[in-house]
C-alpha cells in the first residue's frame, strides 16, 4: 500500500504528479491484458546505468508486439533523469511501463490507441547492497511461463508466483527450470562457473537478453574470462564451483546455496566478487546524467 504522505513525483503520459495521485484510465490495455512492456533502470550517483542497452531492448519488445513508441527515445532518457531529480534518487532505480493505451476492451489491437508511459523511481541500496557481503539463496522452481520471454513483458505472474516461492523459504530468488534444463531467475540471469569458466543461457526466444548480463559479458571479455553461452541442468548449477546472478537491482549478486546445496563454501566466490566490484567501477564511469 502506497502511503498518503509518500512525497515521490511519478510521470504519467506527460506530465509529473504526486505518486498517490498518478492514475491510468480503467481502459487502459496494459491492465485488461497485461498488453505491454516496461524496462527498469538502475541508478548510481544520480545517473542512469546501461541506459542505452534498456531503451534499445525497449524498442524491441515494442517492435516484437506492434507497439509505438510513446515519446521519442533521446526524449525519454531526459524524462528519466528530470524524474530523478526531482525525486533526489542518488541510488536505486527508475521503472518504466509502456502499454498500448485506452481503448474499448477487444482483444484486437485498436487502431487509434495511444501509447501510454508512466514512470517512477524507488530507492535501493546498489553499491553497498548487504547481501553481496554474505551471498544470497535461491530455490529452483516449474517455469511457468510463456513461449515469447524473449520480450519483457508486464505480464508477470508466473515470475511472482516463482518469486512467493522463493520467499517462503527465505530464498532471493528463485531459478526457473524447464524440461530439465535452467533458464534464468525470476527476475535476473543466472550464471555458474566450473574450472574458472563462465556459463550462462544462450539467447533465444526461452530468455529475456539480460542488459546487465550484456554488461558483464564485455567485462568477462576484458579480462580474459571465458564465457560459455550455453543451456545447463540443474545438477550442473548445485555442482558448480561458484554461481551467481546479474539484473539491474542486483547488479551482480553471488549464491552461496542453491536449493539444499551450500556453495563455494557458504562464502560468495572470488570470481563473482570481482565481477561485482568491476561492474560497479564501470557503472560508475558510464552511467548517464
Same mark, same amino acid.
Given at each position: 500500500?502506497?502511503?498518503?504522505?509518500?512525497?515521490?513525483?511519478?510521470?504519467?503520459?506527460?506530465?509529473?504528479?504526486?505518486?498517490?495521485? $498518478?492514475? #491510468?484510465?480503467?481502459?487502459?490495455?496494459?491492465?485488461?491484458?497485461?498488453?505491454?512492456?516496461?524496462?527498469?533502470?538502475?541508478? #548510481?550517483?544520480? @545517473?542512469?546505468?546501461? *541506459?542505452?542497452?534498456?531503451?534499445? !531492448?525497449? =524498442?524491441?519488445?515494442?517492435?516484437?508486439?506492434?507497439?509505438?513508441?510513446?515519446?521519442?527515445?533521446?526524449?525519454?532518457?531526459? /524524462?528519466? /533523469?528530470? /524524474?530523478?531529480?526531482?525525486?533526489?534518487?542518488?541510488?536505486?532505480?527508475?521503472?518504466?511501463?509502456?502499454?498500448?493505451?485506452?481503448?474499448?476492451?477487444?482483444?484486437?489491437?485498436?487502431?487509434?490507441?495511444?501509447? %501510454?508511459?508512466?514512470?517512477?523511481?524507488?530507492?535501493? *541500496?546498489?553499491?553497498?547492497?548487504?547481501?553481496?557481503?554474505?551471498?544470497?539463496?535461491?530455490?529452483?522452481?516449474? +517455469?511457468?511461463?510463456?513461449?515469447?520471454? +524473449?520480450?519483457? %513483458? &508486464?505480464?508477470?505472474?508466473?515470475?511472482?508466483?516463482?518469486?512467493?516461492?522463493?520467499?517462503? &523459504?527465505?530464498? $532471493?530468488?528463485?531459478?526457473?527450470?524447464?524440461?530439465?534444463?535452467?533458464?534464468?531467475?525470476?527476475? %535476473?540471469?543466472?550464471?555458474?562457473?566450473?574450472?574458472?569458466?563462465?556459463?550462462?543461457?544462450?539467447?533465444? *526466444?526461452?530468455? /529475456?537478453?539480460?542488459?546487465?548480463?550484456?554488461?558483464?559479458?564485455?567485462?568477462?571479455?576484458?579480462?580474459?574470462?571465458?564465457?560459455?553461452?550455453?543451456?545447463?541442468?540443474? +545438477?550442473?548449477?548445485?555442482?558448480?564451483?561458484?554461481?551467481?546472478?546479474?539484473? $539491474?537491482?542486483?547488479? &551482480?549478486?553471488?549464491?552461496?546455496?542453491?536449493?539444499?546445496?551450500?556453495? %563455494?563454501?557458504?562464502?560468495?566466490?572470488?570470481?563473482?566478487? !570481482?565481477?561485482?566490484?568491476?561492474?560497479? =567501477?564501470?557503472? @560508475?564511469?558510464?552511467? &548517464?546524467?
Amino acid at each position: 500500500m502506497i502511503a498518503a504522505d509518500d512525497p515521490r513525483i511519478a510521470y504519467v503520459n506527460g506530465d509529473f504528479i504526486p505518486l498517490v495521485d $498518478a492514475k #491510468i484510465s480503467v481502459l487502459d490495455r496494459g491492465f485488461l491484458f497485461a498488453d505491454g512492456v516496461y524496462e527498469v533502470t538502475a541508478v #548510481i550517483d544520480g @545517473k542512469l546505468v546501461d *541506459n542505452a542497452a534498456h531503451l534499445a !531492448r525497449l =524498442e524491441r519488445s515494442l517492435g516484437e508486439i506492434e507497439m509505438g513508441h510513446p515519446v521519442p527515445l533521446e526524449t525519454l532518457t531526459a /524524462l528519466q /533523469l528530470e /524524474l530523478a531529480r526531482r525525486n533526489s534518487l542518488n541510488e536505486g532505480g527508475i521503472y518504466l511501463q509502456v502499454t498500448r493505451g485506452a481503448a474499448e476492451r477487444d482483444f484486437s489491437y485498436p487502431k487509434d490507441a495511444k501509447p %501510454s508511459l508512466v514512470m517512477f523511481t524507488q530507492t535501493r *541500496n546498489l553499491v553497498a547492497d548487504p547481501r553481496a557481503e554474505t551471498g544470497v539463496a535461491v530455490v529452483t522452481t516449474p +517455469d511457468l511461463r510463456w513461449k515469447r520471454r +524473449d520480450i519483457k %513483458s &508486464v505480464s508477470m505472474i508466473a515470475q511472482t508466483i516463482a518469486k512467493q516461492e522463493a520467499a517462503k &523459504v527465505g530464498a $532471493a530468488e528463485a531459478i526457473m527450470v524447464e524440461d530439465g534444463v535452467v533458464t534464468e531467475g525470476s527476475s %535476473s540471469t543466472a550464471w555458474l562457473i566450473k574450472d574458472g569458466k563462465l556459463i550462462t543461457r544462450q539467447l533465444s *526466444n526461452s530468455v /529475456l537478453p539480460g542488459v546487465t548480463r550484456l554488461s558483464v559479458m564485455a567485462l568477462c571479455a576484458e579480462q580474459g574470462l571465458e564465457v560459455e553461452e550455453r543451456t545447463y541442468t540443474v +545438477d550442473e548449477l548445485q555442482q558448480a564451483d561458484e554461481v551467481f546472478i546479474t539484473a $539491474a537491482t542486483t547488479l &551482480v549478486m553471488p549464491v552461496v546455496k542453491v536449493d539444499e546445496r551450500v556453495m %563455494s563454501n557458504g562464502a560468495p566466490g572470488p570470481i563473482a566478487s !570481482r565481477l561485482r566490484q568491476l561492474y560497479i =567501477e564501470m557503472a @560508475k564511469k558510464t552511467a &548517464v546524467g
